[in-house]
């Protein structure tokens, strides 16, 4: 906390109220609210990040399966039992659970019900991508197709090209793809996530938030050096990395709407514009985050990333130094 009393918040639906209100009912079992508001949601971009916060909720119950039975063939519930389905297999996967396999295989079902019952959906096709990561020696033909051009890597090519026809340069769906990317055992240094990361945010228009993708793997690069034990650490302030982050700053954060800005890009830029000792730019995007921020990337400039109070600290040190340069401008 700050002299001012300022302490961030952490709320998977951001600035987003009707969310919020969606989530709160949905954490005691009901599911009306969730399908009202996904029934006015108004672009691709903001179904995309309303049914992956409302399906990592709703993976711990039943909800969605109560939904179904007042609603059969609605493509509504054919797109959250994908998402739920595959939100159940990834924690599996994380936690080497024995039921991995079993639910890899009734979500990739799920991904392909939906695929048809809603067949313009970005969505079970980001799923698709979510699930490739499963598939951690590429045995999967789908898995190991060609690239789109050099320098890229043998991947999931043909599901993101499904997802780009629907919703172009879908955000979940290229950060789906960077993780295929971190996990891939031909680059343990990261050359093919930084290929990525500079051939996505080079192709995407202005105001994409593919834009911010560089700054993400510039952390996750500083994340397995263990930077934060050098004794002096220039990461952050290297002709590239200045020049990512006021790229972002001026290709993504001035030109997209604010109802646009998803919470961990808003923090990834700030850190790096803080780490670029970019204070003053950096200022205006803390101001965007008002009350709310995400630990990552914070947390990776502490020694033990687990430690949340520590990553809030370095948020408030951040800020505060931010805020007070534009202060004095």
């Known amino acids: 906390m700050t002299q001012d009393g300022f302490r961030p918040l952490y709320h998977p639906a951001g600035h987003d109220e009707e969310l919020r209100a969606a989530l709160q009912d949905l ?62 297999a990834l924690r599996a996967h994380r936690e080497r659970h024995h039921r991995t396999q079993e ?22 096709w980001v799923c698709l991508l979510a699930l490739s990561r499963l598939d951690e020696r590429q045995q999967l033909d789908e898995h190991r197709a060609a690239p789109p051009g050099p320098m890229l890597f043998p991947g999931p090519w043909g599901l993101l090209a499904q997802a780009d026809r629907r919703d172009p340069h879908n955000r979940e769906a290229y950060q789906r793809m960077l993780q295929f990317a971190y996990g891939r055992r031909a680059s343990p240094r990261l050359s093919e996530a930084v290929d990525f990361s500079q051939w ?17 793997v510039r952390v996750e690069r500083y994340r397995r ?6 004794a002096l650490d220039l990461h952050w302030v290297t002709e590239d990395a200045v020049r990512d982050a006021r790229r972002a700053l001026h290709d993504w954060f ?15 830029l700030a850190h790096a514009l803080w780490g670029a000792q970019l204070f003053t730019e950096a200022a205006r995007v803390f101001e ?7 630990t990552q990337p914070w947390c990776f400039r502490t ?27």
Not at 104 to 120: G, I, S, Y
Not at 225 to 230: A, S
Not at 254 to 268: G, I, K, V, Y
């Open 254 to 268: 001035d030109l997209a709407p604010a109802r646009t800005r998803a919470l961990p890009d808003l923090c990834h």
């Open 27 to 88: 954490r005691t079992g009901r599911w009306v609210a969730m399908r009202d508001l996904l029934d006015a949601t108004p672009d691709w971009a903001l179904w995309t990040q309303r049914t992956q916060v409302l399906a990592a909720v709703a993976a711990g119950s039943d909800t969605v399966r109560a939904w179904q039975v007042e609603e059969p063939g609605s493509p509504l519930v054919a797109v959250m039992l994908c998402r739920v389905a595959v939100e159940r």
């Open 200 to 216: 996505a945010s080079t192709s995407a228009p202005a105001g994409s938030p593919l834009k911010v993708m560089p700054l993400q």
């Open 288 to 294: 965007a985050l008002g009350p709310y921020y995400t």
């Open 303 to 329: 020694r033990d990333a687990g430690d949340t109070e520590l990553a809030e600290e370095v948020f408030l040190r951040a800020r505060s130094r931010c805020l007070a340069a534009a202060r004095r401008e």
């Open 225 to 230: 050096v263990n930077g934060q034990e050098r």
């Open 103 to 124: 639910l890899w295989f009734a979500a990739w079902e799920a991904c392909r019900v939906a695929a048809q019952t809603a067949p313009a959906d970005p969505v079970p």
